[in-house]
C-alpha cells in the first residue's frame, strides 16, 4: 500500500461522492473521481474541492468512464492502483427506474458486476488488496417483511432500481466470500442534503418552500404523502462508507437513524419553519405515484453504532429546516429563525444538484 492512501470513486459529482471526497481529502487521500461526459457541466457539487490537475498538490482527479463501460473501468483501476473503491454510481431515482429499467439495472447491477470483476483481477494479477464498498440501499428491504430492519431482514424489492441492488448487493457478498476480497455491503437509509437531487422528496419539497416564499411557485405538485421513510443527513452517512472500509474484516451494515416519518411530516415541519401552512400549497399528482410503492422504511443500526462507532447526529427536524435554509440562501432570502446558523454556514457553500429525473 503507498504511503497515501488511494480512493476511487465512481458517482463522485453526486450528494454522497461530494460529501465523501470531502471526508477522504481531510484525511490525506489522494481521491480519484470517474465522472460521465456530459453536454453541459455535471462537476457542481465538486467544483469547490476541485484544482487545476496542473499544480503540484492537487488531490482530486477525475476521469471521463461509465459503469456501462467495463473495459474503461478497467483501464482506470490499473492506472490508478487505487487502495479503496467507493461504488457509489447509479441510475439512482426509484420512480424514474420504472421507465428506464434497462439502463437502470445495467448501471446498478451489471455496473457493480463490472467492476467487481475488474477490481478481482487487479487484485490477483498485482497481489495489491483493494477494498471496495457496495452502496446497498434500505430499498432493497421493500415491502414490508418486519421492522425494525436489520442487516438479516430479508429483502422484497419493489422497483427494477431495488432489484438491481439486490443484485449487486449478492454480488458484492458472493465476490467477497468467492475471492476473499475486502467488499463490504452499505445498506444505506435515505439520506438528504442540501446537495440533493431536486427530484427526490425532501430537496423537492424544500425547495419549493424556498420559491413560494420568494413569489416565484404557487403550487407543489406530490405524490403519496403516506410513505415513511427513516431519513438521516447524507454528510454523516459518508463517514460510515468510509468506517466500514477501516474495521480488520469485510461486513455488512445497516445505516440508519432508527426514526421513520411520513412524508407529510418532512412537509409539516418544513412549511411550518417560514410560518406557513403546507395544505395551503400542496396537490397531489397521480404521476408522482410509483407502480409499486415502498411504504414503510425503519433502519436499526445497532450493529454500525456497535462495531463501528458510527451515530448518526442530525435529527429530522433539524435536517429539514438545514435543506429549507440553503434553499432560502440559494434564492437570496434571509434563514427563518430558530436554526443552527453554523450548519447552514456550513451548507452553504453547495446547494445545487441536479439530478435528472
Ligand atoms: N421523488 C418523489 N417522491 C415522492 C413524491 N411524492 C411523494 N413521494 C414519495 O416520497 C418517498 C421518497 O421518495 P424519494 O425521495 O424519491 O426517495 P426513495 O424512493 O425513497 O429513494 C431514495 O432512497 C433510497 C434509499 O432508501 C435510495 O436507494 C434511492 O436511490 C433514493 O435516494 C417515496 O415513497 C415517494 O413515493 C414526489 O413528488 N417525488
Known amino acids: 500500500m503507498s504511503a497515501q492512501?488511494?480512493?476511487l470513486l465512481t458517482g463522485v459529482?453526486?450528494?454522497d461522492g461530494s460529501y465523501l471526497s470531502e471526508l477522504l481529502l481531510e484525511k490525506g487521500y489522494e481521491v480519484h473521481g470517474i465522472i460521465r461526459r456530459t453536454s453541459t457541466f455535471n462537476t457542481d457539487r465538486i467544483n469547490h474541492i476541485y484544482q487545476d490537475p496542473h499544480l503540484s498538490d492537487t488531490k482530486l482527479f477525475l476521469h471521463y468512464g461509465d459503469l456501462t463501460d467495463g473495459t474503461t473501468l478497467r483501464k482506470i483501476i490499473e492506472q490508478v492502483e487505487p487502495d479503496e473503491i467507493y461504488n457509489l454510481g447509479a441510475q439512482s431515482h426509484v420512480r424514474v427506474s420504472f421507465d428506464a429499467p434497462e439502463f437502470t439495472v445495467d448501471t446498478v447491477g451489471m455496473g457493480t458486476l463490472r467492476l467487481l470483476e475488474a477490481l478481482r483481477d487487479f487484485q490477483q494479477r498485482t497481489g495489491q488488496e483493494v477494498r471496495y464498498y457496495q452502496a446497498g440501499s434500505?430499498?432493497?428491504f421493500g415491502l414490508v417483511q418486519a421492522v425494525p430492519q436489520t442487516e438479516t431482514t430479508p429483502f422484497y424489492p419493489r422497483s427494477p432500481y431495488a432489484c438491481a441492488k439486490v443484485y449487486a448487493h449478492w454480488q458484492t457478498v458472493n465476490y467477497r466470500e468467492s475471492y476473499d476480497l475486502f467488499a463490504c455491503n452499505g445498506i444505506l437509509f435515505n439520506h438528504e442534503s442540501p446537495r440533493r437531487g431536486e427530484t427526490f422528496v425532501t430537496r423537492k419539497i424544500t425547495r419549493a418552500i424556498a420559491r413560494i416564499v420568494a413569489g416565484k411557485q404557487k403550487k407543489l405538485y406530490l405524490g403519496n404523502l403516506d410513505a415513511k421513510r427513516d431519513?438521516?443527513?447524507?454528510?454523516d452517512y459518508v463517514e460510515a462508507m468510509w468506517l466500514m472500509l477501516q474495521q480488520e474484516k469485510?461486513?455488512?451494515?445497516?445505516?440508519?437513524?432508527?426514526?421513520?416519518h411520513s412524508v407529510r411530516e418532512f412537509l409539516?415541519?418544513?412549511?411550518?419553519y417560514v410560518g406557513l401552512n403546507w395544505q395551503d400549497y400542496v396537490e397531489i399528482d397521480p404521476r408522482y405515484f410509483r407502480p409499486a410503492e415502498v411504504e414503510l422504511l425503519?433502519?436499526?443500526?445497532?450493529?454500525?453504532k456497535q462495531q463501528l462507532g458510527w451515530e448518526p447526529k442530525v435529527t429530522f427536524r433539524d435536517l429539514a429546516c438545514i435543506m429549507v435554509d440553503a434553499d432560502m440562501q440559494a434564492l437570496g432570502l434571509p434563514t427563518a429563525n430558530g436554526n443552527t446558523s453554523k450548519d447552514v454556514a456550513t451548507l452553504r457553500e453547495a446547494t445545487i444538484g441536479s439530478s435528472w429525473g
Not at 409539516?268 to 411550518?272: A, I, L, Q
Open 5 to 7: 492512501k488511494k480512493a
Open 13 to 15: 459529482t453526486g450528494q
Open 138 to 140: 434500505s430499498e432493497m
Open 231 to 235: 431519513w438521516g443527513y447524507a454528510k
Open 250 to 260: 469485510p461486513d455488512d451494515y445497516v445505516v440508519a437513524t432508527g426514526e421513520t
Open 268 to 272: 409539516e415541519v418544513g412549511f411550518e
Open 298 to 304: 425503519l433502519g436499526d443500526p445497532t450493529k454500525a
